[in-house]
């Protein structure tokens, strides 16, 4: 009898198969000049997630581009998934001083801010933009928190997934 993993993960340029019921999360923040630390927060959700559904982790992850560091297919990628994610969560990490700023998915997460879509937000303390972040949140989502440690972001995305209550489910 084969079984059906609690928690996938599909990476870019993967398309989604939806599964009934699946809730969905969107890995969004640092993917260049920083840790990978998409494999950490997997690993998290794999430790913690318990409710009966599976979880459908949409995890961008480097993909060959040209000499300009732009791939047309990724972006694309990451557009579709991020409109069918029932949550994104940012992580913004630092560690890294060499171009730590992110600007995509600060973009991203001006976007999904101003349209008051469910997300999650965990800014490190060592990321060069800290400070710009909470400051934009504060007057964008004042009653959102600003996790400060990867595990902390990925626990209130389990709550606030629903934990088999499907409040944020939309159509795939």
């Excluded at 998290?44 to 297919?73: H, I, K, M, Q, T």
């Amino acid at each position: 009898m084969m079984t059906t993993p609690r928690v996938r993960v599909i990476e870019s340029l993967e398309e989604y198969a939806p599964r009934p019921g699946e809730a969905k999360v969107f890995l969004a923040g640092g993917m260049h000049n920083c840790p990978d630390w998409r494999a950490d927060a997997i690993a998290a959700f794999e430790r913690v997630w318990s409710d009966g559904r599976s979880l459908a982790v949409f995890s961008p992850r480097r993909v060959v581009a040209g000499s300009s560091g732009f791939n047309e297919a990724m972006v694309g990628w990451e557009h579709r998934h991020l409109s069918r994610a029932d949550l994104v969560l940012f992580w913004f990490p630092g560690g890294n001083e060499h171009r730590p700023e992110q600007p995509i998915a600060l973009y991203e997460l001006g976007a999904a801010a101003a349209t008051g879509r469910p997300i999650t937000v965990g800014v490190e303390h060592d990321y060069r933009r800290r400070l710009d972040v909470l400051a934009q949140l504060r007057y964008a989502r004042p009653e959102l928190p600003v996790h400060h440690d990867l595990g902390a972001t990925v626990r209130t995305t389990v709550r606030m997934l629903g934990a088999g209550t499907h409040p944020l489910r939309n159509a795939s």
